[in-house]
């Protein structure tokens, strides 16, 4: 079914790449007011190409750049659905999202980039696993639980031991849905979800590689980026482009990620996140059929950045040069701890008088501990002198509540 779709699809486009994106009738819709489509909003109005936004939040990033902006439930099917007959091409920022609504809307003829068929394999995390087996990609080796009932039962039965990573199916971002467990302690407080759980891999590095792809075929790879996690929010606090690996390595993690894309046969960016381990192997993590975190530095160090290139292969234009003018180093803003409320950037002119240093606010007005705010972007020829600056920013810049 899933190929009937996918060619139904292409199709469907052959018809309406004649249409006149730029400066016209054309509606994109975009699913998910966040930080990441406001991103996408910008390289749309380059173009000049009408936008549509849906998010249950009316202070959505989004809310400011967007053509037309609509309120509601992401998951609802009606709500989807009704937004998605005003547009002719809809993508998504954000995985959570009605199902059953898209697959109605392609059925009946509305472009939708990302697929159904891949958004489907991706959604839940014990999907994607299952998915990851039958297509022979490495990957950490995993069980599934129905609950964390059935996960303390297996632990009692010997079954499964600790360390190991749970992960809830369903829902987890940014860190969230995600537990290291190591202890009974940490068994006794998981929330009671379908999960899977996961060996605890030793590794060396966590990489990344963005994967893009038009419906004609032609792809593009990003180079492999190397990410540092805040060790107890689990979110990247750095990324790093080029990542500091030997060629042969980025050469491997290139050829794992392209693997990843043509199993998934995906329209638009696919980020592929990885774990290089002690032994040098390289684990698929997991992927996100989207622009991704990772993929930030890119908007200022790269001849394309990833935003332009999703719109880029949702719409089957020609993919842009994916190489980069020179090395960069993202940085994520997130609310600091015991601060919540109207949000302060506090020093940000500080960072300012940085060589290389470019901000990026997402313009939530709420901050809380962890939330994600912000990037600053360091671009510089020299990766390790980036990275330094990097560490500078980290330390200077403050999100705070007033």
Known sequence: MATLTASRQNVIFVETAKMNYFSSDFKLGILGGGQLGKMLLTETRKFDIQTLVLDPSDEAPCTIACNKFYQGDLMDFDTVYEFGKKCDVVTFEIEHINLEALEKLEAEGTIVYPSCATLKLIQNKGTQKDFYSANNIPTAAYQKFPDALSVKKAYDLNQIAFPFIWKSTRFGYDGNGVKAVRSINDLENLPETECIIEDMIPFKNELAVIVARNPNGEIKTYPVVEMEFHPEANQVEYVICPARISPKIAEKARELALK???????VGLLAVEMFLTNDDEILVNEVAPRPHNSGHYSIEASYTSQFEQHLRAILNLPLGDSSSKTGGVMVNLVGEENHSGNVLYENIEEILKMPGVTPHIYGKKQ?????????????HQDIN????????VKKTIRVISQ
Do not use: L, N, W, Y
């Open 385 to 392: 002198e980036a990275r330094k600056i990097a560490e500078q």
């Open 367 to 379: 901050t809380r501990p962890f939330r994600k705010m912000g990037h600053v972007t360091i671009a």
């Open 260 to 266: 990843v894309s043509e199993s998934f046969s995906h």
